[in-house]
């Protein structure tokens, strides 16, 4: 189906940060498939972990125990605030579950009025129905029959508009720490914080969509984990990162939100298989590392710096920074979608973004040098676009 609109490019193999064409080409990868290669194209250690499964099992149905399940959830619950963990192939599907696990917490605790999920206009969830409708987006609605009921849409950073919003048949918060999709708005700690406090007053849910922004994407392991475990959440989506490029997510929960999510609540065919669990495993392994993280702030910190310095020279083509860590956006002045082409004459892949911007989502191991390469590219990009922008005044 036609749901694409494809850039006239096609890769052959991926190094690190690096993606070649069957023609040799090398382009610096900035977006690694919208956040998924957070490691880089075919890191040894996902490649072997890969490898090692598909000799041994692919798949046997959640009718068994499946140990790598096991595993990476014991290993997920560790790291964070959940203590269960329901495995999908997809973030939609890891949406799909919290809002499931939400509604069902308050039927299950005698009250089943409660199901309205509050979002947030520019907020992205995902495309299937449910997630669409979570969405703060009404063009995925578009064509699709009427709206369902159930959700509720607020502009952003309106606190007093969510206040109001909440009553009686309210189930749950849903919110991206940092926004990807919408255009990289950062939700900021206090929110965060705030968000938490105004849940537990009201006895609803909060749901993180970190499936963007989490596994280390921000310099901290999840963007939640700024508030210093002052702002997490009931339930979390996560997806992208987690399989480094395999297909896989998570819905986690606290024992409390996820209790009414008993056998034959919710399931799905291939969620947690063997193949995306040893993947999963040896992803979360290396995102967790203190120095990875670490080594993300300090390219975080050039990339603001260098990408500030450029607001100051090319105003006529960069209009704002935004984000967070290494989930950059750049509101441009200059349409995105031209600026995307510039990069690419450049051999700098970048992807775009709402409100008209532009994202930088690297690998999290991009090196320094490689950083350095990639704001080259991005200022030739700019000199194109202002080029552009003259020639057509
Ligand atoms: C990508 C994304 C999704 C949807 O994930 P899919 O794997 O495409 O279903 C949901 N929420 C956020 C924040 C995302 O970035």
Redesign the pocket.
């Known amino acids: 189906m036609g749901v694409y609109n494809r850039a006239p490019l096609a890769f052959e193999r991926g190094e690190g940060a690096r993606l070649f064409t069957q023609d040799g080409e090398a382009y610096l990868d900035c977006m690694a498939g ?2 998924v290669n957070a490691l880089g194209h075919a890191h040894p250690r996902l490649v072997q972990a890969l490898k090692d499964q598909a000799e041994k099992l692919w798949h046997v149905s959640n009718i068994f125990k499946i140990p790598g399940q096991e595993a990476l959830a014991k290993r997920l619950c560790a790291e964070t605030f959940a203590d269960v963990v329901f495995f999908t ?7 799909e579950c919290a809002i499931k696990t939400a509604r069902k917490y308050h039927w299950a605790r005698g009250n089943p009025e409660r199901v309205d999920i509050i979002g947030f206009e520019g ?6 129905v449910a ?1 669409v409708n979570a ?1 703060g987006n009404a063009s995925y609605l578009e064509g699709f029959g009427p709206p369902l009921p159930g959700f509720v849409h607020l502009p952003y950073g309106d606190h007093d508009a969510l206040r109001a919003a909440i009553g009686p048949t309210t189930a749950a918060i849903i919110i ?1 720490p940092v ?3 919408g255009g990289a708005r950062s939700l900021p700690v206090a929110c965060m914080k705030g968000l938490r406090q105004l849940c537990d007053e009201q006895g609803i849910l909060l749901i993180y ?5 989490g596994l280390g994407r921000t310099g901290r392991l999840f963007a939640h984990d700024w508030a210093e475990g002052e702002g997490n959440p009931d339930i979390m ?1 996560v ?2 990162a987690l399989g480094g490029g395999f ?1 896989v ?1 998570a819905c986690l929960a606290t024992i409390a939100a996820g209790s009414a999510m008993s056998v034959g609540s919710h399931g799905s065919t291939y969620g947690g298989n063997p193949l995306a669990m040893a993947v999963g495993e040896a992803a979360l392994d290396e995102l967790a590392k203190p120095e990875l993280l670490a080594h993300v702030r300090e390219v975080a910190g050039y990339f603001n710096q260098r990408i500030a310095g450029l607001k100051d020279r090319y105003p006529d083509v960069v209009a704002d920074l935004r984000g967070k860590g290494l989930l950059i956006g750049v509101k441009l002045v200059t349409p995105n979608r031209e600026f995307m082409q510039h990069a690419r004459d450049e051999h700098l892949l970048i992807a775009g973004g709402g409100d008209n911007c532009v994202r930088l989502l690297p690998p999290l191991n991009l090196t320094l040098d490689e950083a350095r390469e990639a704001i080259a590219r991005f200022e030739a990009a700019c000199e194109r676009a202002r080029a552009k922008a003259q020639a057509a005044a």
């Open positions: 919208i956040a192939n997809s973030g939609t599907e890891a949406v907020s992205f969830h995902g495309r299937t997630a969405s991206e926004q990807g999709e969509d970190e499936i963007q922004c989506c997806a992208k297909p997510g």
